[in-house]
């Protein structure tokens, strides 16, 4: 159960001291915990106190549903995933570099967090289910499709890539990063799945270079 974290110093050594942005962290620590092992629906509000150490008043006064909490955890999962994205992209000389820092950003975000990445497929399922889930969840897919679509158009009006629907191939981009996510879980590969992403990004690339 994951309440048993409580066993571990980031949760056990909480005081009364701590600013509001260090009980939220401490509060979404537990909370990737307990939604990556037992799933959002097995979790309870309760579960999620017990592991971050807290009164149920300040996971509340943090926190209003477990709805805002879950929201809250893949808004920080996809600012980890994207921490850093636009320096290396501005220091890229290519479309096709771009494309490849953007192939890659799966890969470390899955090494360096594989619980949020578990987290992550609980968010996609319980978003098919959930309209307002749903809803900021496809807003951000737009948003990301977008930047994505521009890129490849960037890399056709240069002469980089085939005259490929640029949007098109956005979406199977995207679709590719949300497979990662269920290879690491499921995948033979387990942690060498950067086998696989290797050979994904290959493959794309010779699709779209010309």
Not at 36 to 48: F, L
Not at 58 to 70: A, N
Not at 199 to 206: D, P, Q, S
Request: charged content about 30%; some cysteine; proline content about 3%.
């Amino acid at each position: 159960m994951c309440y048993k974290q409580t066993d571990q110093s980031v949760y056990s050594q909480m005081t009364t001291h701590r600013s509001k942005e260090e009980r939220r962290g401490q509060i979404m620590s537990a909370a990737i915990l307990c939604f990556a092992e037992r799933g959002y629906y097995e979790t309870s509000m309760d579960d999620i106190v017990r592991a971050a150490g807290l009164s149920k008043g300040s996971l509340y006064w943090h926190f209003p549903s477990k709805r805002d909490l879950f929201r809250s955890l893949n808004e920080t999962w996809l600012a980890e995933a994207l921490e850093g994205l636009p320096e290396r992209l501005k220091a890229c000389a290519t479309a096709a570099e771009k494309i490849c820092v953007i192939l890659d950003a799966p890969r470390d975000a899955v090494a360096a967090r594989p619980e949020l990445a578990r987290a992550q497929l609980e968010f996609l399922a319980q978003a098919a289910r959930d309209p307002e889930l749903r809803e900021w969840l496809r807003q951000t897919y737009i948003a990301q499709r977008t930047f994505i679509s521009q890129i490849i158009e960037e890399g056709i009006a240069r002469g980089e890539f085939r005259a490929l629907p640029a949007d098109a191939v956005a979406r199977m981009m995207m679709a590719y990063a949300d497979g990662m996510w269920l290879h690491r879980e499921v995948n033979e590969l387990g942690d060498d799945i950067g086998v696989l992403l290797d050979e994904v990004k290959a493959t794309l690339m010779a699709l779209l270079k010309v």
